[in-house]
């Protein structure tokens, strides 16, 4: 094929020119070869020759019967590092630059690794970040023996095959993976490098875990493409519920890693005789059940990145309207740990109408993934963070039209909290939350307990705007004003808080969201009237209401009032509102310059002087 059809920006000529052998691909079953070895290889290693090393493996790929399966040979490839995100230009960000970190100008590195990568076979392809008129054309080049990294980005963003490339295809964004400088030039750690140049977006991504680089790196792209036309590509999962009475509620759940998004589209978990457990008390070893005969109908819109493009906006509806940004969904299945939690993923991707990409899962060579078989980081120690990509396609009710959203989550990671380890894990079964008070949450974006997707997972940490800021490239202020003014122009779209993990001294898991979803989606949504709701105990957490029935079953109290758990209590339960006050009073002032909205302003002045539930009210009136 003709790699010279593709426009490619003139850097890229001069590696294609010089490479030994270029292919490039137009689907993703060449890809699928590639990752292998071959097509009659069902093994293969990705290595390198690394100085001082000699050969080392960075990963292997095996052909299995439902796709391709990756693993690592680190165990911390096997999650997405955090702080691996730098800049390489001089263009306004609040993100630490290459020279910052490394002492040193990005130009010869970048110049090292075109050279490195003249000197390889390579792989190419085209895609779309984003939407077709709601993002950009670009293209991706990675050595050849990487097919599995090429594979796992054609299958989340799409690839564009040569016999369909557009006439006027001009790549806005390029991609380059250079796994070696991983070990050559950053001490084994994930780096990637964002490089904005005039008309043209450079990537560098050097190291072969996709998600910082083929999946939150393109986030990026279209997080900064928006920077500069005024929208938001938000972080959120986004489902239709069709209730049994054939009522449609639409969600949007939003978060920072290991939030809940991906949650949001599966069905609750059941026991074997179709009951869920509510919880688990972590003190008494209670278990206390729910059951309803029947759960709403799901049709997925979006599983992460939610695109909130003005085209699609309809001011008159006065609610947000999103579609996806996405070809393809990274799913993670670390709660999927033995058969029969979630058949509808287990079959969907046991037997797939076309391959999947799968990580860190174990497998054998033409056998079959299943992803309940995770990879042990450490004997008897599983992967957190086991992978599945699946094309949006093979979900038989996706939604592929654009949605306008009734209710938007907000989801936190919440750990244990008693009387004897007072915790912020105060937050109740579902919160409802004033606009203004749902927008502070969205700036603070607390990472949370536990959590499987991330390297550093301790403490209260923050994930910032929207709670993609760890993905962004500009300033944060910025989009703090965008989302902001999403709050104040979509006045019907109601707000609401949800855990997971833990309520109190409740293990709880997931079932938080999908209990909410399944009781708003019977009642029409999530719009009150005053004398429904009582005001929360610690006014960061708004409002909770008095009681919770679905189907005719009633929530014990204790699970939507945490403070009234005898493990926890008003003192424990007080001890973990300053938790969280201190939280967003650490977060918050880093918002608070001359370029922030005023209103803005006045609602962080409002936290920080610890204002009530009815005080955020009075910000952004709510149709």
Known sequence: ???????????????????????????????????????????????????????????????????????????????RDPDCLFIADDLPTDKPTYHERFGQAFEPIRQEAFAWLKTQKLAMFAFTAGQSGMGMDAIAIVPSNAGFFALGLAMLQGIIPEAELPENF????????????????FQGRQVVVHNRRTSLYEMFSFNLYPGPSAKKGVYGMLIDLGDREGWVT??????????????????????????????????????????MVLGENLVSGENRYLE??????????????????PSIQDSVNSKLTVTDAENGWFVRVNHINRYGIDMNLERLTAQPSEPLLFLNIDAVPNGRALIWEHTMDAPGKPCPNPRVIIPRKLFPTVVEEPVTVDVRSFGVRTPPCTRDNPTYGIIGLFHILPPALAWLWRLVSPRGHDNPSIVDSSGLGSEGVGSYWPFAVGKRVRQANLLLRQFTDYTRTRHILCPNQNIGAWRVGFMPEWIAREYLARRGG?????????????????????????EGQLIPRWFVQVETQPEVGEEAYDKGAEILYAFFHRQLPDFLSPELDPLGRSIIECCMDKGSAADYETFIHMD
């Open 1 to 79: 094929m003709n790699w010279q059809r593709y426009n490619p920006p003139v850097e890229a000529i001069d590696v294609l020119s010089h490479s030994p052998d270029v292919i490039v691909a137009s689907t993703t079953e060449e890809l699928v070869n590639l990752a292998c070895g071959g097509a009659d290889s069902s093994y293969y290693e990705i290595a390198y020759d690394i100085p001082g090393k000699g050969r080392y493996v960075e990963a292997t790929a095996m052909r299995v019967r439902n796709g391709v399966a990756a693993n690592y040979t680190e165990a911390y490839m096997r999650r």
């Open 170 to 185: 001009k790549p806005q964004s390029v991609i380059y993976a250079i796994p070696p400088f991983r070990h050559t030039h």
């Open 234 to 275: 938000a972080h959120g999962s986004t489902v239709r519920v069709v209730t049994p009475y054939d009522q449609i509620v639409t969600i949007m759940h939003e978060g920072a890693s290991g939030g809940g998004k991906s949650e949001m589209l599966e069905q609750a978990h059941r026991e074997s005789d179709g009951r």
């Open 292 to 309: 309803i005969p029947r759960s709403c109908d799901l049709l997925p819109v979006t599983d992460d990145m939610a695109l909130c493009h």
């Open 526 to 550: 999530a719009k009150f009237k005053s004398g429904q709701i009582t005001t929360s105990r610690c006014s960061l957490l708004g409002y909770n209401l008095f009681q919770v029935h679905v």
